[in-house]
């Protein structure tokens, strides 16, 4: 939030044609040292590539999906004026008052959208027994696991209970996700296929950068700033690199197991209560607008419409893990200023991730179970196995298997229904 980040000429040198300068009516306040900030690790946007959407999408659709989807607060009016034919957009570089132009369409008019994955409506029709035949799904098991567990405050033990690792546990559902969904026509690619980081980056080569961005009220040192960037930012900004520049799928699962706060993870606080929800792209908040690289991320995906196809695939999804896991949904505090509810679909929040941020394509990420639930923590333990097994009283499946059948049902419904089959 703080950083402001030092462009080489490199970076400037890229910059879009059609950002010029801005000469008219001015947008509602002048430039802020905010608009030339960027997040930690973020490059500077290269704003030419929404080009591509000039002429793409109406003024009410664009001013819809701001408005309800996307922003949570009002910080975007200083930097989005929406005039009758095109929105200005404040790009905070090369100069402060730089302002792209966005060319609304006429309703009649609108070109269709380019983006370099395939929609649903996109897809071949399907043979027999394939629904997602020609889709190629990217699976990210959420979080690293094994040693860097620790690091990234994602394991708990209990007594001489083995640990539960978070990033175990996803890579084990992805591994059990990747032939079920083969079996039905999909091209499946795991974004990890061990529990080691992408990234080559390690916490010592980020300690000078922690320092230089760490804010005036932190408590934490400067190492644990460092391992905070490494895991948290910088690995996931590997993945992006991964899945963008290698692998450019139409789909990307972000397959994570949700925790209650446990305190000391040696001596964890377990809970009573489980619950699951999904995630897509979208509330972001006013500090976050003020961020060239998020604002311009905002609008690469507001243009793509990839919005839509999130929320029709994760409301298929959404219901078959309901029904498998029997899970009640998550309700996050009415107050929060960083996520909003999708309307008609219970267990969907949209949500700005660094994930499904730098993901440039539909990203669903999924967030069932409660780790630290007592029901759940005993299924974790007990492992991948066929068939029930007695547990907690009553006759359960694998929690890993169940978590794959809701995900498999979900996307096979939606692909079935919603693509043409072959004769
Ligand atoms: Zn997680």
């Known amino acids: 939030m703080r950083l402001l980040v030092l462009l080489g000429a490199g970076a400037l040198a890229g910059l879009a044609v059609s950002v010029v300068l801005w000469r008219g009516k001015p947008l509602k306040s002048p430039a802020s040292p905010h608009d030339l900030a960027l997040s930690a690790l973020a490059e500077a946007p290269d704003w030419s590539k929404l080009n591509p959407y000039q002429h793409t999408i109406t003024r009410g659709d664009f001013e819809s999906l701001l408005t309800t989807v996307f922003t949570t607060g009002e910080a975007w009016r200083d930097l989005i004026q929406i005039d009758e034919h095109e929105a200005r957009i404040r790009t905070g570089l090369p100069a402060p008052n730089a302002i792209f132009h966005l060319a609304f369409s006429s309703a009649n008019t609108a070109s269709p959208t380019p983006h370099g994955w395939r929609a649903t409506r996109d897809l071949p029709p399907f043979p027999p027994g ?23 405050e994602r394991r708990l033990t209990l007594g001489s209970n083995p640990p539960v690792c978070e990033g175990d546990l996803t890579l084990q559902v992805a591994k059990l996700l990747k032939p079920r969904l083969e079996a039905l026509g999909a091209k499946v690619t795991l974004v990890r296929h061990t529990s080691e980081p992408l990234t080559p980056l390690r916490p010592e080569n980020l300690l000078t950068l922690a320092k230089a961005t760490a804010p005036p009220d932190s408590t934490a040192s400067p190492q644990r700033l460092a391992e905070r960037l490494f895991y948290r930012t910088a690995e996931i900004h590997a993945r992006a690199q991964f899945i963008n520049q290698s692998l450019h799928p139409d789909l990307v699962l972000c397959l994570h197991f949700n925790a209650a706060d446990w305190g000391d993870p040696n001596n964890p606080k377990m809970v009573d209560r489980s619950h699951l929800h999904l995630l897509v792209n979208g509330a972001y908040s006013d500090e976050e607008i003020l961020l060239a690289d998020q604002r311009f991320a905002l609008l690469y995906k507001l243009l793509q419409h990839s919005h839509e196809e999130e929320v029709r695939v994760g409301a298929s999804v959404a219901e078959a893990m309901a029904a498998a896991t029997g899970l009640p949904a998550f309700q996050y505090p009415p107050t929060s200023a960083s996520v909003r509810p999708i309307p008609n679909q219970p267990y969907l929040w949209a949500r700005n991730l660094l994930a499904n941020r730098l993901y440039q394509c539909p990203v669903i990420f999924l967030e069932p179970y409660v780790m630290n639930s007592t029901t759940d923590y005993t299924r974790l333990l007990a492992g991948d196995y066929e068939g029930l097994r007695q547990i907690a009283g009553k006759p359960q499946h694998s929690i890993f298997r169940e978590y794959t059948d809701g995900v498999v049902t979900g996307l096979s419904r939606h692909y079935s229904r919603n693509r043409y089959s072959k004769p």
């Open 130 to 152: 394939k629904p997602l035949a020609g889709l190629h799904l990217a699976i990210d098991p959420g979080h690293i696991g094994g040693t860097w567990a620790t690091m990234e």
